[in-house]
């Protein structure tokens, strides 16, 4: 999968724009358009990273047109949620940046870094990064770019220090993505004994991730078949374990908590061998329809 870089000019996220910008393609207008500033009321720079994070998230497509999940969220009569109030759309909203891959530092993080370690610097996130391309055969790899995109994942993701100015804070509680806490910071040594900023993403139990939600990253992934075994949940590429940082027991119950509410489903554990089994042609929509609207 291609990987791609920069395009947020250094913006995190912020929590009103994905509707902004979703509101502002309904009315059939242009990002490309000179009217962009004026109609979206912010400047220019913010005006390309709005459509740039529309994108990243899966709302709209590379032609700007709007997908099927936008129009699920963010219509303003039908919408499950357009004004992101339920932390279930942050969840989602986090799932669809990750499964999109338009920012890979995210896909990348979830899926494949953290296996080796919760803690870490943006040094050794920088480091694996190079590596990865370089194994691709890109040898110019412009450093500055992706260290602002780790720089920027990590504003969206962690909740800023009362240690930060009065604007970053207000800039950084501004994030879409704080609510989810899936981030801590904390200082110590690095290997080269520098007291230097440390990152943790640890899998947990996740109480307040909806199973509707791990349902639905289930029934989206094209991959999966019928029987889905327990460690692809747990550990495969875009599985829930990786995309929502569940940890076994966090997984399995959220399984049992899907199966014993949703008729066509079942979990086995037979001869060591644990399957989720889809029997019925229940869809994602189905899903997120019967959380939303009961």
């Known amino acids: 999968m291609k990987l791609q870089f920069s395009g947020h000019e ?9 509707k902004k910008g979703y509101d502002y393609i309904v009315k059939n207008n242009d990002f490309n358009s000179e009217s ?6 912010v400047g220019k720079n913010m005006v390309t990273s709005i459509n740039y994070w529309l994108k990243s ?31 279930a759309t942050v969840w989602l909203l986090h799932f669809s940046l990750i499964k999109t891959n338009k920012a890979s530092v995210y896909s990348m993080f979830f899926n494949e ?8 610097t943006k040094e050794q996130f920088l480091s694996y990064i190079k590596r990865m391309l370089e194994g691709e055969g890109q040898k110019n790899v412009n450093v500055n770019t992706i260290n602002n995109d780790i720089s920027v994942f990590i504003r969206n993701y962690l909740k800023p220090s009362f240690k930060e100015t009065k604007i970053d804070i207000e800039e950084d509680f501004s994030s879409l993505m704080i609510d989810l806490d899936l981030m801590k910071s904390y200082k110590a040594e690095n290997a080269e004994g520098k007291i230097v900023e440390w990152y943790k993403v640890e899998n947990s139990l996740q109480v307040d991730l909806p199973p509707e939600v791990v349902l639905f990253s289930i029934l989206d992934n094209e991959a999966y ?6 460690k692809e949940l747990l550990v495969g590429p875009n599985s829930p374990g990786n995309i929502f940082a569940l940890n076994e027991e966090g997984l399995y119950q959220k399984l049992d ?7 066509g489903l079942t979990y086995t554990e037979t001869a060591g061998i644990r399957e989720l089994q889809i029997k019925s042609s229940i869809t994602k929509w189905d899903i997120l329809n019967g959380y939303y609207k009961g």
């Open 57 to 87: 998230f899966g709302i709209l497509d590379s032609n700007n047109l709007r997908t099927e999940l936008a129009d699920k969220i963010f219509d303003e009569i039908k919408g499950y949620d357009p004004y992101i109030e339920n932390l």
């Open 36 to 41: 962009a500033v004026i109609g979206l009321g």
């Open 10 to 18: 250094s913006f995190i996220c912020k929590h009103f724009w994905l």
């Open 257 to 263: 908590t899907i199966v014993k509410k949703i008729k």
């Open 113 to 120: 870094f953290r296996k080796g370690r919760t803690d870490f």
């Open 225 to 230: 078949g019928k029987s889905i075994s327990f």
